[in-house]
């Protein structure tokens, strides 16, 4: 079975600055999809990241980035230039590709943001 | 703003009331979604439907009866829950199941007290 684990339960960054979001997952498949959902005090989970198995570059999005590293299952979450409003729970969450995938998740990581 | 709305966004209960909880996408996405969200664990998937058609039941308890009259609206009609039903509820849409890319955008969920 799959499954995804994120070690870090709390973080904290000052603001301006970087910080990274550990990701592992266990699978056995080499066709999947990786991603990194925020969750903020209103509760609702969005989109941050995702990353396609079969591509090796990199995904990124503005001042977010991923490190993906397929043959050590690790998938961590650079947030760089962090802001206040960063402040949230991160989920990692895997999905097999085809058409009965469903997105597993990790427990989360609290991310704060110390102005 | 949001493209998936739930309604309401906060509900006390008793073991033995029957309630609903409502779900509307308003992104023409084809396939919708429950999960689970409790204290200290993952987000569990609760039920998948796919053009109106239920693909996946995750072992959920029967006291939890979804309902999908149309591709844009889900219900999860509630009766005789228990204290440990007490989560939040959080409803999704994706364009179709069909490629397990599609992004999965979540709503901003139900806060569910049963006492």
């Known amino acids: 079975a799959q499954t995804v684990t994120q070690s870090q339960p709390e973080m904290s960054v000052q603001e301006a600055e970087t910080v990274t979001l550990s990701c592992t997952y266990d699978t056995s498949e080499s066709d999947y999809y990786l991603f990194w959902y925020k969750q903020p005090p209103s509760r609702q989970m969005i989109l941050v990241i995702r990353?396609?198995?079969?591509?090796?570059q990199n995904a990124t999005e503005n001042r977010f980035s991923v490190n993906f590293q397929k043959a050590a299952k690790s998938f961590s979450l650079k947030i760089s230039d962090s802001q206040l409003g960063d402040a949230a729970m991160y989920f990692c969450a895997y999905r097999l590709g085809g058409s009965q995938g469903n997105l597993i998740f990790g427990k989360g990581t609290k991310l704060s943001v110390k102005p | 703003e949001t493209g998936v709305t739930q309604t309401p966004r906060h509900l006390v209960m008793g073991m033995t009331n029957k309630k609903s909880l409502k779900c509307e996408q308003h992104?023409?996405?084809?396939?919708m979604y429950w999960y689970k969200q409790s204290a200290k664990k993952p987000l569990e998937l609760m039920f998948v439907y796919n053009f109106k058609e239920q693909t996946e039941n995750n072992s959920v308890p029967s006291r939890f009866s979804p309902e999908c009259p149309n591709s844009s609206h889900l219900f999860l009609h509630l009766h005789t829950l228990q204290p440990e039903d007490s989560a939040l509820y959080l409803c999704a849409s994706s364009q179709d199941t069909g490629y397990s890319g599609n992004t999965i955008y979540f709503g901003e969920g139900s806060w569910l007290t049963v006492v």
């Open positions: 990353q396609e198995a079969y591509k090796q």
């Open positions: 992104l023409g996405h084809n396939a």
